[in-house]
């Protein structure tokens, strides 16, 4: 005689298994909290800075104009450093392993858990005019503290590591299959990453200079540390609402505030419509 089972399609998995109206209801109101307590704070203080009529003194100031030009073009030659140094390093981290791989990839990774103000004091140890590359440095004729190279090198430092682990995933996530039929059709490796490799990797590549680009921009303990914030030449927009909050201009604190964050959401909005324009063309294409 054949025992007849009594396991039900819900005891496997099945439709029962789904969450119930309360699992549902319970993920949607912490979803909304998580999202209130995000949100709410930037979205008053920009309300705040457009009803209280500060935001538009605050874009009459020449020190705000200033430091924000200075952002915006610090952090687009930060931008391009970081390209031009990281994009290398994250294709041989994803495609190479090696003695000191895990070592280096700690050594990428160390910037963003460390303080900013620590890095600014790295940073000024190292080039520093009495630190380690100091003296040569200043027998070149070269000096980097207090100066707006400065606040791209400590941009560059912070920044970096977030577009270097972005990209490293997408770079990983290639299909090498796609790749090596490139190559049985004649194209040389420069032509594989060009056309192959970097198209399938830009997503991850994309994602990772917004992040890089938002961490530059709202960069503040490593720039006062080895930059300072002087006027014109090294204060940028972050240095510029700390000094009016510790001046006691609130208002002027946060018009500045709201200046960076709107300044910072239109890059992202751009950046997706860019994303969404490419993703049109692809299915257009297809």
Do not use: K
């Amino acid at each position: 005689m054949t025992a007849r089972s009594a396991t039900s399609p819900g005891d496997l998995g099945g439709p029962r298994s789904q969450a119930g109206p309360g699992g549902t209801s319970a993920f949607v109101v912490l979803a909304a909290i998580s999202a209130a307590f995000l949100g709410l704070p930037v979205a008053f203080l920009v309300a705040r800075a457009v009803l209280g009529g500060s935001i538009g003194a605050a874009l009459g100031s020449t020190a705000v104009l200033d430091a924000l030009v200075l952002s915006l073009a610090t952090t687009a030659v930060s931008l391009v450093v970081t390209i031009f140094l990281g994009t290398p390093l994250a294709f041989l981290l994803a495609r190479r392993r090696f003695r000191g791989s895990s070592l280096l990839e700690a050594i990428v990774d160390l910037p963003i858990v460390l303080p900013p103000s620590v890095a600014g004091l790295a940073l000024l140890l190292v080039f520093g005019r009495s630190g380690l590359l100091g003296a040569p440095l200043a027998a070149l004729g070269l000096t980097i503290p207090f100066t707006t190279l400065a606040v791209v090198m400590a941009q560059v430092f912070v920044a970096a590591p977030f577009f270097i682990r972005s990209a490293r995933a997408g770079f990983a996530a290639v299909d090498r299959d796609l790749e090596d039929a490139a190559r049985v059709d004649g194209a040389g490796e420069g032509a594989v990453l060009r056309f192959v490799t970097i198209p399938l990797a830009a997503p991850a590549l994309a994602a990772g200079l917004v992040m890089a680009w938002a961490r530059a921009l709202g960069e503040f303990g490593a720039t006062i540390m080895f930059a300072g914030s002087l006027g014109g030449r090294t204060q940028t927009l972050p240095l510029v609402v700390y000094g009016e909050f510790q001046a006691g201009d609130l208002d002027g604190s946060i018009a500045a505030a709201a200046i960076l964050v709107m300044a910072a959401v239109g890059v992202l909005f751009a950046v997706r419509g860019l994303r969404w324009g490419r993703a049109l063309d692809l299915r257009a294409g297809g």
